[in-house]
Nanobody, 112 residues
Framework: QVQLVESGGGLVQAGGSLRLSCAAS????????MAWYRQAPAKQRELVAA???????NYANSVRGRFTISRGNAKNTVYLQMNSLKPEDTAVYYC??????WGRGTQVTVSS
């Protein structure tokens, strides 16, 4: 069973950048997809970005062109580079492996 730990969240001003990391306890090779989700207060959890084992990418319309998902060279880390952050990006960001393995999340707060 893969375990996931997110890091890199924090407080940043609008227009700033953050890079989130998701470290897996084991190899994520063979897991069909890794993804980042986020959940803002009183809102449903939503997909932010996903990357498949073949490298296909998918982004939410709200972050396309500002966020970039990538895999680390060691194949057990997934990153989310977030640029041009907006206050509406404020949320807890979660890493997901496959269909059912979640991390505990990392808080991202963007001040206006």
């Amino acid at each position: 069973q893969v375990q996931l730990v997110e890091s890199g969240g924090g407080l940043v001003q609008a227009g700033g950048s953050l890079r989130l990391s998701c470290a897996a306890s084991g190899s994520i090779f063979g897991i069909p997809a890794m993804a980042w989700y986020r959940q803002a207060p009183a809102k449903q959890r939503e997909l932010v970005a996903a990357i498949t084992s073949s490298g296909s990418l998918n982004y939410a319309n709200s972050v396309r062109g500002r966020f970039t998902i990538s895999r680390g060279n060691a194949k057990n880390t997934v990153y989310l580079q977030m640029n041009s952050l907006k206050p509406e990006d404020t949320a807890v960001y979660y890493c997901k492996a496959g269909t059912s393995t979640w991390g505990r999340g990392t808080q991202v707060t963007v001040s206006s």
